[in-house]
């Protein structure tokens, strides 16, 4: 029989009753009014002033026919909760020199006939520039709320900066360039030009990332690719472990350091003006067994801090995701979701055909803004305490359940299942445990 698990009861607030006999939904909130010398928002002289307002910070840009954008996803994660208040739906700012610079490196590593020292020093400017710009970001979104003098609000960031999510992106490009070519693709009509295949051409530049890497740390790319175990297990081991050695190396760079440190006072002077920060762990929980499981099981090392997202500050909320094992119906972590031991609870990450941790994390913001509307003026760690006590109570037994627990705070989290303790409350939108 399927674990049965009490739906989440929300917090005793100001509520709302719309007709028809409806459960009660969250208050919403007005916006803010617009700056009385008619500065546009996100202005750096006058930034508009958003007060008790959920901001999801994202990608929302979506091209015509196309499916839903990242954050229009996410905010839709939010609504699945019942909350009905205001939301500010913010672009997030990448900073565009450091962006660029990111970009033209990935490319780079997809040009043949890259030099040793070429594509190492490519490497690390990607790894480099893209946690610059992920945390520049980011900081200077939550100083714009802080110079407004922004109160008692939420900001949601589904991004995430560090070792593992940069290793892994390179990663799954250039795993692609070992494996067997893709078919051809079908010939057009007669007398109609042939368009190029873009399925060939990601081969291509995936086979071309995987060999400027592999001649760059020594390591013949014919055995990557051979099909005899013995020979690319130990080669594929070798350019995994150089990939993830350059990925931490890259995120203790000192302009890296210095991008954190900046993130970090804007973290904290945001929250400082009683709001809070939640951030999704990552989708980078599957990384080391993926390859683990390309190169026949071989032993990687990285350090302790290879998992961390450097968007998760001291005061921020940090949320890893569940999903539904299909044999018990009951709820496990995601495989995909971050194994870092600063997670301070899992949410349900799946919505509308997508899952990740991005779609769990807006779920635990929406409660997070309704615990604020609960506590007016609470700290960010008195807020953060309220919310985990809603959705986990560490149970009788919890801290014997066995040794790959981690602690974090009176969350009980478990690396590789979960073992609900006995009084566990989920967030709206998970299916139903029967």
């Given at each position: 029989?399927?674990?049965?698990?009490?739906?989440?009861?929300?917090?005793?607030?100001?509520?709302?009753?719309?007709?028809?006999?409806?459960?009660?939904?969250?208050?919403?909130?007005?916006?803010?009014?617009?700056?009385?010398?008619?500065?546009?928002?996100?202005?750096?002289?006058?930034?508009?002033?958003?007060?008790?307002?959920?901001?999801?910070?994202?990608?929302?840009?979506?091209?015509?026919?196309?499916?839903?954008?990242?954050?229009?996803?996410?905010?839709?994660?939010?609504?699945?909760?019942?909350?009905?208040?205001?939301?500010?739906?913010?672009?997030?700012?990448?900073?565009?020199?450091?962006?660029?610079?990111?970009?033209?490196?990935?490319?780079?590593?997809?040009?043949?006939?890259?030099?040793?020292?070429?594509?190492?020093?490519?490497?690390?400017?990607?790894?480099?520039?893209?946690?610059?710009?992920?945390?520049?970001?980011?900081?200077?979104?939550?100083?714009?709320?802080?110079?407004?003098?922004?109160?008692?609000?939420?900001?949601?960031?589904?991004?995430?900066?560090?070792?593992?999510?940069?290793?892994?992106?390179?990663?799954?490009?250039?795993?692609?360039?070992?494996?067997?070519?893709?078919?051809?693709?079908?010939?057009?009509?007669?007398?109609?030009?042939?368009?190029?295949?873009?399925?060939?051409?990601?081969?291509?530049?995936?086979?071309?990332?995987?060999?400027?890497?592999?001649?760059?740390?020594?390591?013949?790319?014919?055995?990557?690719?051979?099909?005899?175990?013995?020979?690319?297990?130990?080669?594929?081991?070798?350019?995994?472990?150089?990939?993830?050695?350059?990925?931490?190396?890259?995120?203790?760079?000192?302009?890296?350091?210095?991008?954190?440190?900046n993130y970090q006072r804007a973290e904290q002077a945001y929250t400082n003006n009683n709001n809070s920060v939640v951030v999704s762990a990552g989708n980078w929980g599957g990384l080391l067994n993926d390859m683990r499981q390309d190169n026949g099981n071989r032993p990687l090392e990285v350090g302790k801090d290879f998992n961390t997202n450097l968007l998760v500050g001291q005061n921020s909320i940090s949320v890893g995701a569940l999903d539904i094992n299909?044999?018990?119906?009951?709820?496990?972590?995601?495989?995909?979701?971050?194994?870092?031991?600063?997670?301070?609870?899992?949410?349900?990450?799946?919505?509308?055909?997508?899952?990740?941790?991005?779609?769990?994390?807006?779920?635990?913001?929406?409660?997070?803004?309704?615990?604020?509307?609960?506590?007016?003026?609470?700290?960010?760690?008195?807020?953060?305490?309220?919310?985990?006590?809603?959705?986990?109570?560490?149970?009788?037994?919890?801290?014997?359940?066995?040794?790959?627990?981690?602690?974090?705070?009176?969350?009980?989290?478990?690396?590789?299942?979960?073992?609900?303790?006995?009084?566990?409350?989920?967030?709206?939108?998970?299916?139903?445990?029967?």
């Open positions: 029989m399927a674990s049965q698990i009490p739906t989440f009861t929300p917090p005793t607030f100001p509520s709302l009753t719309p007709p028809g006999g409806m459960t009660p939904v969250f208050q919403p909130v007005a916006l803010a009014p617009a700056a009385a010398n008619g500065a546009l928002p996100f202005s750096p002289a006058a930034p508009m002033r958003r007060d008790q307002v959920l901001r999801i910070l994202d990608d929302f840009v979506s091209m015509p026919f196309a499916p839903p954008s990242h954050g229009q996803t996410v905010d839709q994660a939010v609504r699945a909760t019942g909350y009905q208040g205001q939301i500010d739906r913010a672009q997030y700012p990448h900073e565009n020199m450091t962006d660029d610079v990111a970009r033209a490196s990935f490319n780079a590593l997809s040009r043949p006939g890259m030099s040793a020292e070429d594509a190492r020093a490519a490497l690390n400017r990607y790894f480099v520039n893209q946690n610059n710009s992920t945390l520049n970001g980011a900081a200077q979104a939550l100083n714009q709320d802080a110079r407004a003098g922004v109160t008692n609000s939420v900001t949601n960031i589904s991004y995430g900066a560090g070792a593992a999510p940069g290793a892994q992106s390179i990663y799954r490009m250039a795993r692609e360039g070992w494996g067997p070519p893709p078919p051809p693709a079908p010939a057009g009509a007669p007398g109609t030009p042939q368009l190029p295949d873009p399925v060939q051409a990601r081969y291509e530049n995936s086979r071309n990332m995987m060999t400027n890497l592999a001649n760059a740390w020594g390591i013949d790319p014919a055995a990557l690719s051979s099909t005899d175990p013995a020979v690319n297990g130990p080669a594929r081991q070798r350019f995994q472990q150089n990939l993830l050695n350059q990925a931490q190396a890259s995120a203790q760079d000192p302009g890296v350091q210095g991008a954190l440190q299909p044999q018990t119906g009951a709820p496990q972590v995601a495989g995909y979701s971050n194994a870092d031991s600063r997670v301070d609870l899992y949410a349900y990450g799946d919505i509308q055909g997508s899952s990740g941790t991005s779609f769990a994390a807006p779920r635990v913001a929406a409660v997070t803004q309704a615990v604020r509307l609960e506590m007016p003026n609470a700290s960010a760690a008195e807020v953060r305490q309220r919310v985990m006590q809603i959705f986990t109570t560490q149970g009788p037994g919890a801290a014997e359940a066995g040794s790959n627990q981690e602690q974090s705070g009176n969350v009980a989290n478990y690396l590789g299942q979960v073992q609900w303790p006995r009084q566990t409350y989920v967030i709206p939108g998970m299916p139903a445990m029967n």
